[in-house]
């Protein structure tokens, strides 16, 4: 991430996780570390209002009745890093430099403090989540 947000970084947590929640907020970096390929299914949601889905071959943001997705170009990766930039209303998601995807997100946000993460196999994944401070300050 660019200095200003490494800046903007909170607090820090670290685990191996495979199904269930995650303890995020309104406003944090989200940043997975998953298998090369061949690789499951990874999934991330948040109110049901978005999710965000790997499925081994795709990446596909859901934001209300919005959908995108991205398919990686160039050779297989051995590892694939995806990072989830949420700051409100805005959403930005990384998968190893090569898709690049972002949204709005029009929903009460007092129900963002937890994703659900559901991974193919319950194979362990490396999360690390950040909460961010505002750029207003």
């Keep these: 991430p660019a200095a200003e947000v490494l800046q903007l970084r909170g607090e ?13 907020s309104p406003a944090c970096e989200v940043r ?14 948040w109110a049901n209002a978005l999710s ?8 596909h ?4 009745d919005r959908q995108s997705a991205g398919t ?9 890093d995806l990072r989830i930039f949420i700051d409100h209303s805005v959403v930005e ?11 709005r997100v029009y929903t009460d946000l007092n129900n963002w403090d ?5 991974v193919a196999d319950d194979a362990p994944v490396p ?7 505002s750029i207003w300050t």
């Design 12 to 24: 820090r947590h670290d685990f191996l996780s495979t199904n269930g929640s995650i303890r995020t």
């Design 32 to 45: 997975l570390t998953l298998p090369g390929v061949p690789v499951g299914h990874v999934s991330l949601t």
């Design 52 to 59: 965000i889905t790997w499925d081994g071959a795709a990446l």
């Design 61 to 64: 943001l859901t934001a209300g």
């Design 72 to 80: 990686l170009p160039g050779d297989p990766l051995d590892e694939f």
């Design 93 to 103: 998601v990384y998968l190893s430099d090569r898709i690049v995807m972002s949204t």
């Design 114 to 118: 937890v994703c659900e993460l559901a």
């Design 127 to 133: 999360v690390t989540v950040w909460s961010i401070g």
